[in-house]
C-alpha cells in the first residue's frame, strides 16, 4: 500500500524587502514568515512527506527586492528537510528565475511511489493564463501504474464563474487530458476562496486557498494508493 502526505500551501504575498505596495487590505503581506512556519510546525506532526507551494508566493515579483523576499520563503521551508515543489504564479516574476531560487524544475518529481507533476504556465494580458499543450506529452511517457499527482497555479476544474480568469483558459483540453492520462488529482491555488475536493472523469481537483488572508489557510492531503483525502487547517498568526 502506497500513502503520500502533502502540505500544500498557496498565495502568501509576501512582501518584505520588496519596494511595492499591497492596495488589498485583506492580504495580510507581511504575515508570510510566521504563517509559513506554523504550517509547518503542525505539519510536522502530521508526518507530511512533500511540500508544494502553489505560486503567488510575492506580490510583485518585477518589484525591486522581490527576490530577497523569495530567497526568504525558500530558506523556510528548507528548514523542514522535506522535498518542496514549487509552481510559479502571476504575481511571482520571471518563472525560471523562481524555480532556480527554490533549485526546482518544472516537470516530473518520484516521491514515494507517486508522479508529481508541476506545470509552468504562461500569462498575457488580464492575467489571461494559458497552458502550452505540447506540455501534456510528459504525462504519454509515464507508467500507468503508477498514480500521478499534478499541480499548477491556475486552477484547471471546476469552472469559476468571474470576470476574472482564474482558470486556465483551455482548462476543458487540459481537463480531458488529465482524465485521458490517469491523472488521480489535481492541485492548485490562484483563486483565494479555494474550493474543496471535487471530481470529474475520475480526476479530483483541488484549489488551495489563500494562506495570506483570515482564516489563513492551508491544505493537508492524505492519498492511499489511489484514494484522496483532503483536510484543510488554519494558522493563528498571533
Known amino acids: 500500500m502506497r500513502q503520500l502526505k502533502v502540505l500544500a500551501v498557496a498565495d502568501t504575498h509576501y512582501i518584505n524587502k520588496a519596494q511595492h505596495k499591497c ?30 507551494l502553489l505560486g503567488d508566493l510575492v506580490d510583485n515579483g518585477t518589484a525591486v527586492g522581490a527576490l ?46 507517486y508522479k508529481v507533476v508541476s506545470f509552468v504556465d504562461s500569462y498575457k494580458d488580464n492575467d489571461r493564463c494559458q497552458r502550452e499543450l505540447a506540455k501534456m506529452e510528459i504525462l504519454e511517457q509515464l507508467d500507468q501504474g503508477d498514480p500521478i499527482i499534478v499541480v499548477q497555479h491556475n486552477p484547471v476544474y471546476p469552472a469559476i464563474e468571474s470576470p476574472y480568469p482564474y482558470n486556465l ?12 492520462h490517469g491523472v488521480i488529482l489535481s492541485i492548485s491555488g490562484h483563486y483565494h476562496p479555494g474550493i474543496s475536493l471535487v471530481f470529474q472523469d ?18 493537508i492531503v492524505t492519498l492511499t494508493d489511489k484514494a484522496c483525502r483532503v483536510r484543510f487547517e488554519t494558522v493563528n498568526p498571533h
Do not use: M
Open 23 to 52: 492596495v488589498l487590505e485583506e492580504r495580510k503581506t507581511w504575515l508570510a514568515p510566521k504563517l509559513l512556519s506554523h504550517a509547518l510546525a503542525a505539519a510536522e506532526g502530521s508526518q507530511v512527506d512533500v511540500i508544494v
Open 68 to 113: 530577497s523576499d523569495l530567497t526568504e520563503i525558500k530558506e523556510i521551508v528548507s528548514r523542514s528537510g522535506l522535498p518542496v515543489i514549487v509552481v510559479p504564479g502571476n504575481h511571482d516574476g520571471d518563472p525560471q528565475t523562481y524555480l532556480d531560487i527554490f533549485g526546482d524544475y518544472e516537470g516530473v518529481h518520484e516521491i514515494k511511489g
Open 169 to 180: 483558459t483551455n482548462a476543458r483540453q487540459v481537463a480531458k487530458l488529465y482524465a485521458k
Open 202 to 219: 475520475g480526476v479530483g481537483y483541488i484549489t488551495c486557498p489563500a494562506i495570506c488572508e483570515e482564516p489563513h489557510p492551508y491544505a
